[in-house]
């Protein structure tokens, strides 16, 4: 694979699921086009039902599209040499209950064609925060350390692309952290990182590229920074008793609630001096926030608009 060349590209991709003895059937996909460039950590989201899976499942080569066509990592989503580069974790997770963590994540390895090292997989489960439960059945695991060893089993020959779906369901906010940080450490050392989360806060803090999926369609895509803006505008609160013409001097602007006043500002020094002339005038900030747009704001306005 050259470096110009996207971890995952799909073009024209369709997906129509049909039932036996049915007609017709449902279009998961409908002619979704989406560019993954290499090494970023991209964030699928959309409402439920939008197909987010299905495309999943469709780069994966586990579902068979309809029609399009699918490159990832710069070949066949079906090459085995291609899939062995892929760490998976599925939205469902089926985990032999009656097997321990490190035996199952040797047979991971081996099914990725890999040697098995046990101290290597060691060291995967102590990452994922397991340590203290390699000796048990994962039958006994609760929801969160299920997830944990998905996490490592998808790590397992540390992968060019990591697929994950709904990575943190059902682990704790701590833990949610530490999976945060795991994922920032592989983009850190270049792997490409596919996430689809319901959890939006997950994808703002973990991706730099969000593509929107509704109706089976990308609807928008684009670096998460252009698409949640913030920054530009704040929102700042003066105690009572502030100049009013001498913060207009300043450069702000009056809001709609008392004491309210809105300064745009392009990065911190410019937001800093012009708090700076406010305070020259005597007015004292007791509260500042970023007029910013959320992904979730993002989302709904999108969906709404594409509806
Ligand atoms: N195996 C299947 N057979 C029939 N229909 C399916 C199958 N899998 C998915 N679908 C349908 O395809 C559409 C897209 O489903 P998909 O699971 O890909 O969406 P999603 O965006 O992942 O949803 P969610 O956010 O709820 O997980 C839905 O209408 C779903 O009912």
């Known amino acids: 694979m050259t470096n110009q060349e996207p971890a995952i590209e799909v073009r024209g991709l369709r997906k129509t699921y049909h039932r036996a003895f049915r007609k017709g059937g449902t279009e998961a996909l409908r002619g979704m086009d989406l560019t993954v460039p290499e090494g970023s950590a991209f964030g699928l989201i959309g409402p439920n039902g939008a197909g ?18 699918i490159r990832v990592l710069g070949g066949s989503p079906e090459d085995p040499r291609i899939r062995a580069r892929i760490g998976y974790l599925p939205e469902r997770l089926h985990l032999p209950g009656t097997w321990t963590a490190p035996a199952f994540l040797a047979t991971v390895t081996r099914l990725k064609g890999l040697p098995v090292d046990p101290a290597v997989n060691l060291r995967l489960l102590e990452r994922v925060g397991l340590s203290d439960a390699v000796g048990r059945r994962i039958g006994g695991y609760s929801k969160g350390m299920r997830q944990r060893l998905g996490l490592a089993a998808a790590l397992v020959g540390t992968p060019s692309l990591l697929v994950l779906d709904e990575p943190t369901d059902g682990i704790d906010p701590m833990g949610r952290m530490e999976v945060r940080r795991i994922l920032q450490d592989e983009v850190q050392r270049g792997t490409t990182l596919f996430l689809n989360s319901h959890l939006l806060a997950e994808t703002e803090r973990v991706c730099d590229r969000v593509a929107i999926l509704a109706g089976g369609r990308v609807v928008r895509e684009g670096r998460l920074e252009d698409l949640a803006r913030g920054g530009v505008r704040w929102l700042v609160r003066f105690a ?59 989302l709904m306005g999108t969906v709404e608009a594409a509806a």
């Open 240 to 298: 009572p008793g502030a100049n009013a013409e001498a913060l207009v001097t300043a450069g702000f602007v009056r809001g709609v609630a008392e004491g309210q006043y809105v300064v745009e500002a392009e990065d911190p020094a410019a937001l800093n001096r012009a708090l700076d002339r406010a305070r020259a005038a005597g007015a004292l900030m007791v509260e500042l926030r970023r007029d910013g747009t959320d992904l979730e704001s993002v």
């Open 52 to 69: 987010k899976t299905t495309f999943i499942k469709s780069i994966l080569g586990i579902v068979q599209p309809t029609e399009g066509s």
